[in-house]
């Protein structure tokens, strides 16, 4: 196999509706690649694990060794994009350690588990809505309302624009992406100045108007005297309402598509409710809502053999690791929503970058498959799945079901 067979390639026609045939020829051929746009990308679940546990940074500004990928980060440094950096995602110790800590003590697994109530009534309603129309698109009726409703009832904010919301959060996540178009980058920076000055209107807001919920406790929190800064404020509250829905979107529409062309598995869940809570684990394993996750090496890093110089940008492909044969077995592309070991998916990554919102997102994910599965025992595929065509928050943008409640 030539080396162009075996590169990366998140352009080829096909790779956003189905990247898993990419992610195996690169386990098998080239685990650790080095891309001639700049990055390297590990595949395998070992090397994937063994980066993101190893300290290396987060902040793109720390890439040394120049190449397409760090001209897009530095590009995205610009207008609108200056604060939402701030954010605990794009931050290493010693500020991720605070901004982390400053954040969890209002983002608790108490504070979690007691949105079970709220999650299971607009669950209810969504699958109401659609056992009243007899057939609907998931996306839109149940997998993106429900977790930007928590999200943003969590937060205390009021009525806001969804429709405009969810059209500046899809633009912006394309921020995430590997590697994208340069003519995006002018809609992606506007995106985000648009998004920095709509969450700054809502801390206005909330300062004004401070509640029992978790903007007001963020704007509260402190540290030993310390509290987030203005701009820090904005960039973890944005982050929290992006990442805060656009995952678990995924995870709801990606695990109804995987249990819809598994009858056999949609099946055992009907006859075992209880396996739900690993069957979310299972979804999250099988299609990962979030597919690569990046880091800086800070000092040189030995995959395979092959030493990463320090300063490279390296993708840690989670999806890949996924459905890595040498640790998942020979059934790593089967879905099995009874697998033993399905947690030990690194789809919220590992490390101290571990996803703080995974409680909530496996909350909403249980209950919304339970409620889904049992209500409508005939669900079924009313239309063609069309992909949102994403190369790393990847799910559909439309899911066309049909029901009978």
């Given amino acids: 196999m030539t080396e162009m067979e075996t590169l990366f390639n998140p352009f080829e026609p096909g790779f956003t509706d189905d990247p898993y045939p990419a992610y195996r020829m690169l386990r098998e051929h080239d685990p650790v690649q080095e891309h001639p746009f700049g990055f390297w990308i590990l595949s395998d679940h070992a090397d994937v694990v063994a980066l993101l546990r190893a300290g290396h940074s987060v902040d793109a500004r720390r ?22 950096n701030r954010s605990m995602l794009d931050r290493d110790p010693p500020d991720h350690t605070r901004l982390r800590s400053l954040v969890s003590r209002v983002f608790t697994p108490r504070s979690i588990a007691a949105l079970e109530p709220e999650i299971t009534a607009l669950v209810d309603a969504a699958l109401d809505r659609m056992a009243a129309a007899g057939r609907a698109d998931l996306v839109e009726e149940l997998a993106f309302p429900l977790p930007f409703t928590v999200i943003s009832n969590m937060l205390g904010l009021p009525p806001t624009d969804q429709v405009r919301i969810r059209d500046l959060s899809g633009r912006l996540v394309r921020s995430l992406e590997p590697v994208f178009e340069p003519e ?114 800070l000092k040189p890093h030995v995959a395979q053999g092959r030493e990463i110089p320090a300063g490279a940008f390296v993708i840690a492909c989670l999806a890949s690791a996924n459905r890595d044969e040498k640790f998942w077995g020979p059934g790593a592309d089967a879905l099995r929503i009874d697998r033993e070991n399905a947690r030990q998916h690194v789809a919220f990554s590992v490390g101290p970058h571990h996803c703080l919102g995974a409680a909530l997102a496996r909350l909403e994910g249980r209950v919304a498959f339970e409620r889904l599965v049992r209500r409508f025992p005939d669900l079924s595929f009313a239309g063609d799945v069309e992909w949102n065509g994403r190369i790393n928050l990847r799910g559909p943008a439309r899911l066309p079901v049909a029901v009978r409640a």
């Fill in 63 to 84: 890439t040394s060794l120049g190449g397409a990928a760090q001209e897009q980060y530095e590009l995205l440094e610009g207008d609108g994009f200056n604060v939402l």
């Fill in 184 to 297: 995006a980058l002018t809609d992606i920076s506007q995106a985000g100045a648009e998004m920095t000055a709509i969450t700054r209107e809502l801390i206005g807001w909330k300062r004004a108007n401070p509640a029992d919920d978790l903007l007001s406790a963020l704007i509260a929190a402190e540290d030993g005297g310390d509290r987030l800064s203005d701009d820090e404020l904005v960039a973890q509250v944005v982050l929290l309402y992006v990442a805060g829905h656009e995952t678990t979107v995924n995870l709801i529409a990606n695990g109804t598509i995987a249990l819809l062309r598994h009858p056999d598995q949609l099946a055992l869940l009907r006859e075992r409710p209880e396996l739900t809570g690993n069957a979310v684990e299972e979804f999250l394993r099988y299609d990962s809502p979030v597919q690569q996750t990046r880091r800086i090496t």
